[in-house]
């Protein structure tokens, strides 16, 4: 069983803002990756982003520098 810890959660309107941060995120070499929406929450498209809370600042300027589109950025002890 996966051991339980604080992650940062974004979550997502439509696929194509899930599947345009996931590339962007890719291709400039962002730690995380795509997951199912966590039970806690929802989210238009039943996908979200996953990755250490500690780069909760750092991802929210880079989606605003992209012109990324997301719905919530939660911390969430998953």
Same mark, same amino acid.
């Not at 803002?17 to 929406?37: H, L, T, W, Y």
């Not at 979200?48 to 605003?64: G, M």
């Given at each position: 069983?996966?051991?339980?810890?604080?992650?940062?959660?974004? &979550? *997502?309107? &439509? &696929?194509?803002?899930?599947?345009? *941060? $996931?590339?962007?995120?890719? !291709?400039?070499?962002?730690?995380?990756?795509?997951?199912?929406?966590?039970?806690?929450?929802?989210?238009?498209?039943?996908?979200?982003?996953?990755?250490?809370? $500690?780069?909760?600042?750092?991802?929210?300027? *880079?989606?605003? !520098?992209?012109?990324?589109?997301? !719905?919530?950025? &939660?911390?969430? *002890?998953?």
């Amino acid at each position: 069983m996966r051991k339980k810890e604080w992650k940062l959660i974004v &979550t *997502f309107h &439509t &696929t194509a803002d899930a599947i345009a *941060f $996931e590339k962007s995120c890719k !291709e400039s070499n962002k730690d995380g990756r795509m997951i199912p929406v966590p039970r806690e929450l929802s989210a238009g498209c039943g996908l979200a982003w996953c990755a250490v809370p $500690e780069v909760k600042e750092e991802l929210e300027r *880079f989606s605003a !520098e992209k012109g990324l589109s997301y !719905e919530e950025m &939660t911390e969430l *002890f998953y």
